[in-house]
């Protein structure tokens, strides 16, 4: 009869091994990043549209390492690379100001904010709704723009007027309205065939700056 067993340091070793490859993985991809809250010892920031906290010495889902803060400035350390940011900073992909661009949206005659862009290069009408926590559409819509919520997608649920009802979160890789060109935009696919309407939502709007004056929405991208 054979007998096999293990032996207690080469678990130790993998186990260490393991860590160490952990450990060593890079930050995920990073298009945009926002310093939204500063305390001493921890930081709220806006990863890609997703609001995420972190305290010294932790390590975010997205790679990103808080060394200090105060009520001013925090250190970050994403890729190896330590760089201080001040509140309000935001930054793109190469982690450079990032160009300010302004766009109008005048409202309908249905009192309703409306505009032309796309999702992921497909062209799409949008329905702009700060209301909205973020980009949001039918299946019905999804499947005209292709995108594979089912296969790509994260299920969840959302609630509509009709009660609670089958969705999925998914990653957008772009989203654009006029000059305003998003990347890596979290968006909400809901089951059936509501909402009538593809929702501009908070996803993309965290990244601007929105105001309105009279009939006009101004949406101008944050630095």
């Not at 060593?24 to 298009?31: G, K, R, V, W």
């Not at 559409?137 to 292709?146: F, I």
């Not at 059936?192 to 949406?219: A, C, S």
Request: charged content about 20%; hydrophobic content about 40%; some cysteine.
């Amino acid at each position: 009869m054979n007998i096999s067993f293990l032996c207690p340091f080469s678990v130790t070793y993998r186990i260490i091994f393991l860590l160490m490859f952990l450990f060593s993985l890079p930050a995920q991809a990073i298009e945009q990043l926002e310093v939204q809250a500063l305390m001493p010892g921890m930081v709220v920031l806006m990863v890609d549209g997703q609001r995420t906290s972190i305290r010294s010495g932790q390590i975010s889902e997205q790679g990103i390492k808080l060394i200090s803060s105060t009520t001013r400035s925090a250190v970050l350390e994403i890729d190896g690379k330590q760089k201080t940011y001040q509140m309000g900073t935001s930054v793109s992909a190469n982690f450079t100001q990032r160009e300010q661009i302004t766009e109008q949206v005048i409202i309908d005659r249905y009192g309703m904010f409306r505009a032309h862009g796309s999702i992921n290069g497909q062209s799409v009408r949008f329905l702009i709704d700060t209301g909205a926590s973020s980009v949001a559409m039918s299946a019905r819509d999804a499947r005209k723009l292709g995108i594979q919520y089912r296969l790509d997608g994260i299920e969840s649920t959302a609630q509509t007027a009709s009660g609670t009802t089958k969705a999925w979160r998914i990653k957008l890789k772009s989203v654009r309205l006029g000059q305003l060109h998003e990347k890596n935009i979290w968006g909400m696919v809901v089951d059936g065939d509501y909402p009538r309407h593809v929702l501009l939502g908070m996803t993309f709007l965290n990244r601007m700056k929105v105001q309105k004056e009279g009939n006009k929405m101004i949406l101008t991208r944050k630095k």
